[in-house]
């Protein structure tokens, strides 16, 4: 194995989803998907290219992204950040964010540069920064002291000082996720501003995993980065259909930012995949210029579906607080963590054998009790994994029966 790869062999994905085969768990909250239908006229979408007269939709398209969907793209988010977006040369469409995310900083790191990661955070970053020959540097959100009652992700906040401490000349990247996986945490303008002008102060590119972008919930606002004074043209903001239309099984991705910039991405692009799948772009800019057309109504997709999550993501709360865990309330996201240490001394995790505790207790979980969840360890470097170990990621944008379902399971346990 090629040394830039050493340390990156274990996935919790590859672990986890295995977990979920082997043993069938009659409630599965662990990878982040939908189990019920996406909008009706996402599907029909695909069904109109499939059975296009244009037999071109079945080849190969234009290798930075399909016409169509780059247009929709530049025009979506020409409307959101209030500034003209050059579909050419200002947008890339992927293979998921995972690629745009693989290109952003395969394109930009070199040896020796580091990049500053936010902990909890999407578990990826990291092999794709060491494959790049770059130094990750991590800051943990911590828990503030004394929070009375049920905490919310809002409680889960940056030190300025330790924040300040990790920049210096080295300092290449900074890697933002907003709304946060797995902690649901939705960054304040406050918390931007002060990000902002770190890299501002130390010429830092910022890239912004922003796939979660329309799942907020109330009274919380997703604020882009790319829209603060001064970072558009040193910002790289990223997306995914998969999150966007509830189809996480299409892996169509894109990044937009300045043209400077995005050249990189490009380049590192079409000198992998070369080009995406056609059909896929087709349907989703389908699905973006129907939404285009109904911006800001009611039934606007992006508007309906954090309602919707809202309840689900109550029930989620009301299910483990009642099964006596302390779940963090996420602003946004459709992931929510909750403290298990309440309820670990009635269990004997003496059969797993794992490093850390809450690996033990989500295998045990799995293996007994049939609900599956992610262990959150998984998304922070050694030095701070015990900050999660007692903590456990569930993922609720699953049918509300199958949400009873997990509540029963708990219910019945206890
Ligand atoms: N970033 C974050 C924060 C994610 O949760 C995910 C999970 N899907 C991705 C990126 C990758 O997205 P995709 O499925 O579009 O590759
Ligand atoms: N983003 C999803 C999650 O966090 C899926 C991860 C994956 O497929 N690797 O669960």
């Known amino acids: 194995l090629p040394k830039r790869y050493q340390g990156s062999e274990k996935s919790v994905w590859v672990e986890y989803i295995q977990l979920a085969l082997d043993y069938k768990p009659a409630c599965n909250l662990g990878q982040g998907f939908p189990d019920y239908p996406p909008p009706k006229y996402v599907t029909d979408a695909l069904a109109q290219v499939a059975n296009s007269k244009n037999c071109l939709l079945h080849q190969y398209t234009r290798g930075f992204g399909h016409p169509r969907l780059v247009n929709a793209i530049a025009k979506l988010y020409s409307k959101l950040l209030n500034r003209e977006i050059n579909p050419n040369t200002e947008v890339l469409t992927t293979a998921g964010a995972y690629e745009a995310l693989y290109s952003t900083i395969v394109g930009h790191v070199d040896e020796g540069d580091e990049v500053i990661i936010i902990e909890p ?85 910022c890239v912004c995993d922003e796939v979660y972008e329309w799942i907020v919930y109330r009274p919380n606002k997703h604020i882009r980065m790319a829209t603060l004074p001064g970072m558009w043209e040193r910002t790289i903001t990223i997306g995914s259909a998969g999150k966007t239309f509830s189809v996480t099984g299409w892996k169509l991705g894109w990044a ?65 607080i009642d099964a006596g865990m302390k779940p963090v309330i996420p602003e946004g996201g459709y992931f929510m963590l909750t403290d298990w240490s309440p ?3 009635t269990i004997d995790l003496s059969s797993e054998n794992d490093q850390y505790k809450d690996y033990k207790f989500t295998k045990w979980m799995t293996k007994n009790i049939g609900l599956q969840g992610i262990p959150p360890t998984a998304f922070y470097s050694a030095p701070h994994k015990n900050l999660a170990e007692n903590y456990v990621r569930y993922c609720f944008i699953k049918k509300d029966e199958n949400i009873q379902k997990a509540a029963d399971i708990l219910q019945k346990w206890r």
């Open 121 to 205: 955070f999407f578990d990826c970053y990291e092999p794709m920064v060491k494959t790049s020959g770059g130094v990750c540097r991590f800051v943990p959100l911590r828990l503030k002291k004394n929070v009375e009652g049920i905490p919310s992700s809002a409680d889960w906040v940056l030190d300025p000082k330790e924040l300040e401490s990790v920049f210096n000349e080295k300092t290449k990247m900074f890697i933002l996720n907003t709304p946060n996986n797995p902690l649901g945490k939705v960054f304040t303008l406050a918390e931007l501003v002060i990000i902002a002008d770190l890299c501002k102060k130390w010429n830092v590119l």
């Open 256 to 320: 937009y930012g300045p043209a400077d910039l995005m050249v990189n991405l490009q380049m590192i692009h079409q000198n992998c995949v070369y080009t995406g799948t056609t059909p896929i772009q087709e349907a989703v800019a389908i699905s973006f210029e129907k939404e285009l057309a109904r911006f800001g109504e009611e039934d606007c997709f992006f508007f309906s579906l954090p309602k919707e999550l809202e309840a689900k993501r109550d029930k989620m709360a009301k299910a483990l």
């Open 343 to 345: 309820i670990a001394s």
